[in-house]
């Protein structure tokens, strides 16, 4: 039998299809409308499968702001159906959420146990998917990831923050980037690769930080991309406040994987990076 995945055209979805398809029944928005929450359970009652992996969401953070009912819904409550069938069908849920669930007033890595108090209507609804999949189902995992960058680019956000510095490192112009906002890049490959050891050593369902090592601002992390792509002398920082928000956004939203990193290994963001770019464009290492 094999795993649902739900959300398998995202960026997420993709990567972990595409490491092991045999492992994963597919379920795009064609299949599944999760707005539908009656149709959602009877498919998931009916469906053979062995456990089920959600990597569907509302990610369109400012537009939650007005389209809150969308964002609740497809974030939190869907989740809840998700995790009331998992539970009593005796299968785990796996299911993805965001470092926006914290405010960003910590100056140090934020833990597992730590309280969540969001700061937009993005991060709220993705808070109750989260205390939805925890409270219902004692087989639930959640894992809290960030930043995230894939071969795929996100579906909701129509790319991601890597290749928009790429694209902005093709022409002449200076590259600004925030410098004040903290944050833990990942790669969607490693954030796919964490999910199938977690299914291979049957790692204790829970809440998990699931992000590469380390920490970066946007300026930091786009100096990485610069330095591998022969741009890195025209990135210069500035304030959030140049590129004013619709949302409040967490200043410091580093997640400490340290509880993950005891059961399977991690590695750095900037490893995770290199390959990233490697694969996807010519890197020339110009620094
Ligand atoms: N991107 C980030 O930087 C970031 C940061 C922190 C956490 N996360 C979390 O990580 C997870 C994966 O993110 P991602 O970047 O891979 O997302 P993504 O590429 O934007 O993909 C999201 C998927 O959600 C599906 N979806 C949206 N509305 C749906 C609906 N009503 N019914 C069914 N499916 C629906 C879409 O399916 P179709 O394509 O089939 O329409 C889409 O493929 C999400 O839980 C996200 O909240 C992301």
Redesign the pocket.
């Known amino acids: 039998m094999a795993f649902l995945l739900?959300?398998?055209?995202?960026?997420?979805?993709?990567?972990l299809l595409s490491k092991n398809r045999e492992l994963f029944l597919p379920?795009?928005?064609?299949e599944?409308?999760?707005?539908n929450l009656q149709e959602l359970e009877k498919k998931l009652e009916s469906l053979p499968c062995e456990g089920i992996i959600?990597?569907?969401?509302?990610?369109k953070t400012e537009l939650a702001e007005e389209e809150t009912l969308?964002a609740y819904?497809?974030?939190g409550h869907?989740v809840g159906v998700m995790a009331k069938v998992a539970h009593g069908r005796n299968i785990p849920l796996f299911?993805?959420?965001?470092?926006?669930v914290f405010d960003g007033k910590k100056e140090t890595p934020y833990q597992e146990g730590d309280l969540t108090a969001p700061l937009s209507i993005?991060g709220a609804s993705?808070a109750l998917?989260e205390s939805l999949a925890l409270s219902l189902h004692p087989g639930a995992y959640v894992l809290?990831?960030?930043?995230?960058?894939?071969l795929?680019?996100?579906?909701?956000?129509k790319g991601?923050?890597v290749d928009s510095i790429v694209q902005k490192g093709e022409k002449s112009d200076p590259i600004r980037v925030i410098d004040d906002i903290w944050m833990s890049p990942?790669a969607?490959s490693d954030?796919a690769d964490m999910i199938l050891k977690m299914i291979e050593d049957k790692t204790a369902p829970g809440l998990y930080h699931a992000v590469n090592s380390g920490e970066a601002s946007w300026f930091t992390f786009a100096q990485e991309i610069g330095k591998k792509m022969g741009f890195f002398d025209r990135i210069e920082p500035v304030s959030k406040s140049v590129f004013p928000s619709k949302i409040r956004r967490p200043t410091y939203s580093v997640l400490s994987n340290e509880k993950l990193a005891k059961k399977i290994p991690l590695r750095p963001w900037q490893e995770a990076l290199t390959d990233y770019l490697s694969k996807k464009f010519l890197v020339c290492e110009k620094y």
């Open positions: 739900i959300g398998a055209r995202g960026q997420l979805g993709t990567d379920w795009t928005s064609d599944i409308n999760l707005l959600n990597c569907a969401a509302y990610n969308l819904t497809i974030n869907a299911h993805v959420s965001t470092d926006y993005y993705k998917g809290r990831t960030a930043s995230l960058y894939g795929q680019g996100s579906r909701e956000k991601n923050f990942t969607t954030l």
